[in-house]
């Protein structure tokens, strides 16, 4: 049965084949693939569905990147080949709703959180390269327990740069579970809330 995807209704590939090969309207119809490019580590398949005259009544295209996701890093042409009939079917009108299929929202859901992740790390590696002589001293000031100096080193540091040195350690972060949870904690906040106020500033 289709799966909902924020609401919307999309079947999968499997789904709209069973359809395909059970109805009688499509009985001595054929679906047939070919590769249209392959320079890796990009590949673009086309399907195309054929009456029974032979007559072609619908095509799809799709494209994917040699591991560009877990599956594409061994599958990545047996992905493509999925989506490229899953879209002829759609042409053909075995969409259900939406003309995308379930694999292939599912995928892109999967590959912009990947992308998001990334994006994330290397803003964070950017700030802690820019900014690791700060770091290392906000570290040495949580291990004194000087929230003070702490606070003072946190505060003057630019505001991009803050919001992207908040990665889990489990992620790649450069603070660790601790001291995270220091900078979160009550004496760090308390210490920050004096600083900012002897600067007669919000932060």
Avoid at 144 to 152: P, R
């Amino acid at each position: 049965m289709p799966i909902k995807i924020h609401g919307k209704s999309y079947k999968t590939v499997a789904e709209r084949v069973n359809e395909f090969r059970s109805l009688d309207n499509y009985v001595g119809w054929s679906i047939s693939t070919k590769i249209v490019s392959w320079d890796r580590p990009d590949v673009v398949i086309k399907a195309i569905i054929k009456n029974a005259a032979e007559q072609v009544v619908a095509t799809g295209l799709a494209h994917e990147v040699e591991g560009s996701t877990n599956i594409n890093k061994t599958s990545f042409i047996e992905n493509c080949e999925t989506s490229a009939v899953g879209r002829a079917l759609a042409a053909l009108g075995l969409a259900g709703t939406e003309y995308a299929s379930g694999d292939e929202v599912s995928t892109a859901i999967i590959q912009q959180a990947v992308k998001g992740a990334v994006e994330g790390l290397i803003k964070h590696n950017d700030a802690v390269r820019l900014n690791m002589q700060v770091i290392l001293a906000i570290k040495e000031a949580l291990t004194d327990e000087d929230y003070e100096s702490a606070a003072m080193l946190f505060c003057e540091m630019d505001r991009d740069a803050l919001d992207a040195l908040w990665v889990a350690p489990t992620k790649g972060g450069i603070f660790t579970t601790k001291e995270i949870a220091d900078l979160k904690g009550d004496p760090m906040g308390a210490a920050r809330k004096e600083y900012v106020k002897s600067k007669g500033e919000f932060k």
